[in-house]
């Protein structure tokens, strides 16, 4: 059975560098070129945010409001992914997942992390 | 970005009902819609992609229709588990986009 795990921080101060990320096992690749590899936030209360998503090849999509802050990677030697969120604030706290984003007949997310709490404060 | 409505925005009801929840998005988004099922302090649950294809596993008592602009979730027996927050996804144009929720709570 295909599992993502997030790791990283649970506590970013204010203005720093958030970093995840997402190892891939049970039997998933990241190499695969049947999926892409995505992130989604969503802040305490509140609904799901689309951060971005980077294929087996180091195409990546990141959403407009957040593209000047983000960069996600992927390591295939490791099977993980990462995103970086530069100069947080309060905003961007959130629980993070990470996810295998499924291409055939529309992009959806059919395998997700179990998610991390990540809170922006001094 | 396209706008992503649910209504209602919570709901109230029995074992046994019979529920239907809509998306309607700001612009014509042809098929390209899922529908995901979340529970609290879990990961959200794809149930349905392409507004009617149901994922692999997922019970047949949970059906999705509608294409352009307006989609719905309908549960046609509601069980014990199926008391959560619904989300509705498009995509049809980066960057995709979620709706608000609906919260389906027991009468």
């Known amino acids: 059975q295909l599992q993502l795990q997030e790791s990283g921080p649970g506590l970013v101060k204010p203005s720093e560098t958030l970093s995840l990320t997402c190892t891939v096992s049970?039997?998933?690749?990241?190499?695969?070129?049947?999926?892409?590899w995505g992130w989604i936030r969503q802040p305490p209360g509140k609904g799901l945010e689309w951060i971005g998503s980077?294929?087996?090849?180091?195409?990546?999509y990141y959403n407009p409001s957040l593209k000047s802050r983000v960069t996600i990677s992927v390591d295939m030697s490791k099977n993980q992914f990462s995103l970086k969120l530069n100069s947080v604030t309060a905003a961007d706290t959130a629980v993070y997942y990470c996810?295998?984003?499924?291409?055939?007949?529309?992009?959806?997310?059919?395998?997700w992390g179990q998610g991390i709490l990540v809170t922006v404060s001094s | 970005d396209i706008q992503m409505t649910q209504s209602p925005s919570s709901v109230s009801a029995s074992v046994g009902d019979r529920v239907t929840i809509t998306c309607r998005a700001s612009?014509?988004?042809?098929?390209?819609l899922a529908w995901y099922q979340q529970k609290p302090g879990k990961a959200p649950k794809l149930l349905i992609y392409?507004?009617?294809t149901l994922q692999s596993g997922v019970p047949s008592r949970f059906s999705g229709s509608g294409s352009g602009t307006d989609f719905t979730l309908t549960i046609s027996s509601l069980q014990p588990e199926d008391f959560a927050t619904y989300y509705c996804?498009?995509?049809?144009?980066?960057?995709?986009?979620f709706g608000q929720g609906t919260k389906l709570e027991i009468q």
């Open positions: 996810a295998r984003l499924e291409d055939t007949a529309m992009v959806r997310a059919d395998y």
């Open positions: 049970g039997g998933g690749s990241i190499s695969s070129r049947s999926y892409y």
């Open positions: 980077i294929y087996y090849s180091g195409s990546t």
């Open positions: 612009q014509g988004i042809s098929t390209w």
């Open positions: 392409a507004a009617s």
């Open positions: 996804q498009q995509a049809n144009n980066f960057p995709y986009t």
